[in-house]
């Protein structure tokens, strides 16, 4: 029988922005299904975060309006794809993607801490 998910630690990513750039401050990216991330990002004009990979979150695209706070808390799905996954992030500040590894990677695991008999 399955037993819930353990509870997980909500990570979070906070992207860097200036006048010139913005970076994805960590190339990669380890999130187990079912865990948390909060989205940070500091620009004035908001932001757009992109996942090829359907299945991952509850949809593709996320919209960081202009505004104070751009920030968003988003749930791997449960039953997410395991594996490794590209991601991008598009500033409106800088009408251009995030600078990072090309293209930044995210990591879906599964969740170990799931019992089952």
């Not at 909500?10 to 200036?18: G, N, S, T």
């Not at 996320?62 to 490794?84: S, Y």
Request: with cysteine.
């Amino acid at each position: 029988m399955n037993q819930p998910l353990q509870e997980l630690a909500v990570l979070e990513l906070d992207i860097q922005w200036d006048d010139k750039s913005c970076t994805v401050p960590k190339e990669k990216l380890a999130l187990k299904q079912g865990q948390e991330v909060i989205v940070r990002y500091p620009g004035r004009e908001g932001a757009t975060l992109l996942f090829p990979r359907a299945g991952v979150f509850s949809c593709r695209v996320f919209d960081l309006e202009p505004g104070e706070p751009h920030e968003i808390r988003l749930k791997v799905r449960n039953d997410a794809p395991l594996g490794e996954f590209a991601y991008a992030i598009y500033s409106a500040d800088n009408d251009d993607f995030a600078v990072a590894a090309s293209p930044p990677r995210m990591i879906i695991e599964e969740n170990d801490k799931t019992n089952r008999d």
